[in-house]
C-alpha cells in the first residue's frame, strides 16, 4: 500500500507497511539535477552494474519495460489532443505575412529529412531489439505503401488509438483542429487546456527515463554485452553528422540563396549565440528571448520576427525531421526491409510532416518514430524499443536536435528579413 506523507514533496513510501522515506537532500538533489545529468549517471550505473552483476542486471529489464509501456501509453493521445489545439487555435491569416519565412521554414525541414535518409543509406545503422522479427510485415513496395497508408487514414478513431494507428489519429486530429476553429472561444480554451495536461503527463513520464534507461541499459549490456554500445555510438554518429551537415552546409546554401552573399557570418554568429543556448537548455521554447534578442540586435522587423521566431520554435524541426528519419531506418535495416527510391521519398516527407508536430514536448520527435516506422509495417512494439534506444542516446541527441532547430529559426527569419531589406534599399 502507498501513502503520502506531508512534510515531503514526493511523500513518504510505504510498501507492504515497510516504510521507505525519500528524504529531503535526495529529493532536493532530483530536483536541482537535471534529467540530462541523471540520464548520464544511469548510463554509467546501468553500464557497471551489467558488468559487475550480470545476472541482476537481467532482472532489472522490468524498469525499461515499464517505461516502454508508459511512452506506448502516452503517445498517441499526445499527438491527437496536440494537433488538434494547434490547428483549432490558429488565427485566420496570422501568416500571410511570412509566406517567404514558412516556405524556408519548409525547405529547410524537408531538406534535412532528405540528408538524413541518404546518410542512414549510406551509413546504415542497425539496433539490438528484443522479438524484432515477429507481429510484422514487410510491404511489398510503394504502392501498398500508399494502400495501407490510404486504410490508415480512414480507420475508426477509437481503433486508431487503441492500435496507435498514428496516421488515423494525424487524419482525425486534423480535422477535428479544422472544425474546432468555427467553435466557439472557450471550446478552442479546452483543447489548448487539455494540450496542457497531456504535455505535463508526458513531462512526467520523461522524468522517469534515468530509472528507465538504467533498466534497459543493464538488462541490454547483461544479455548482448557491451559490443551493443558499439551500435548505439554508430547510430549518434550518423544523427550528429546530419544535423552538422545541415548546420554547416544546407542552411549556409539556402541563406546564399536567398541573400546572394556570404552567408557564414550570419550563420555562425547564429550557431554561436543561439545554438550553443539551446544545446544545453534542450527547449526551443525557452530559446525563444534568445533569438527575439538576436532579432532586435540585427534590426529585423520586429513585427515579422515577433512572429516568425515563435512560430519556428513550434513548425521549424529539421533536427526533428532527422532523428524521425535515421531512427525509422535504423529499424528498418534491423528488420531486413528493403527500402526502395520512392518510399525513400515517401518517407523524407512524413518525416518532414511529422517533425512540425514534435515542438514543446520533451523527446516529442522520439514520440513520433512509430508513425514513421508504421510506413514500413513496423509493429508498434518494435517501434516503441526503437524509441527508447533514442532516450539512451538522447543525452547528446536531444540536444544537438534542439540547437539546429532554434537556431535555424533565427537564421532563416533574418535571411528573409534582410532580402526584403535589400529589395527595398
Known sequence: MFLNLPGYPLGGLFLIGTPIMLHRPLLGWLQRTSIVTQIVISLVAGTIFALVWPDAAVRVEILGTLFISALK?????????????????????????????????????????????????????????KDASTGMTAPGGISEVLLQLLKNMVDNPVNALLHANYIGILVWAVGMG?????????????????????????????????????????????????????????????????????????????????????????????????????FFTRSSAANIPVNLAIAQRLNLDPTTSGVAIPLGATI????????????????????????DVPTALLLCVVSAVCACGASGVPGGSLLLIPLACS???????????????????????????????????IIF?????????????
Open 73 to 129: 501509453a502516452v503517445a498517441p493521445i499526445l499527438v491527437l489532443i496536440l494537433v488538434i489545439a494547434a490547428i483549432s487555435n490558429q488565427q485566420p491569416g496570422q501568416t500571410t505575412q511570412l509566406k517567404p519565412i514558412l516556405g524556408l521554414y519548409l525547405v529547410g525541414t524537408l531538406s534535412a529529412a532528405m540528408v538524413a535518409v541518404v546518410a542512414s543509406m549510406a551509413f546504415p545503422s542497425t539496433l539490438v531489439l
Open 178 to 278: 479544422i472544425a474546432l476553429r468555427q467553435g466557439a472561444e472557450h471550446t478552442r480554451q479546452v483543447m489548448t487546456d487539455f494540450s496542457h495536461g497531456i504535455t505535463l503527463i508526458i513531462q512526467a513520464v520523461i522524468r522517469l527515463a534515468p530509472v528507465g534507461i538504467f533498466g534497459l541499459v543493464a538488462s541490454t549490456i547483461a544479455t548482448n554485452g557491451t559490443q551493443v554500445l558499439a551500435g548505439y555510438a554508430h547510430l549518434l554518429l550518423v544523427l550528429i553528422g546530419c544535423m552538422l551537415f545541415i548546420a554547416l552546409v544546407v542552411n549556409p546554401a539556402i541563406v546564399w540563396w536567398k541573400l546572394r552573399r556570404n552567408p557564414y557570418p550570419l550563420v555562425l554568429m547564429c550557431l554561436r549565440e543561439s545554438g550553443v543556448t539551446a
Open 316 to 339: 521549424n524541426m529539421a533536427g526533428a525531421a532527422i532523428t524521425i528519419s535515421v531512427l525509422t531506418l535504423a529499424a528498418v535495416n534491423t528488420m531486413g526491409v528493403v527500402v
Open 375 to 409: 510506413l514500413f509495417g513496423i509493429s508498434n512494439d518494435v517501434a516503441m524499443q526503437v524509441v527508447a534506444v533514442g532516450f539512451i542516446i538522447g543525452v547528446l541527441q536531444d540536444s544537438a536536435e534542439t540547437a539546429l532547430n532554434s537556431s535555424t529559426d
Open 413 to 425: 527569419t533574418a535571411a528573409a528579413c534582410m532580402a526584403d531589406q535589400q529589395r527595398k534599399a
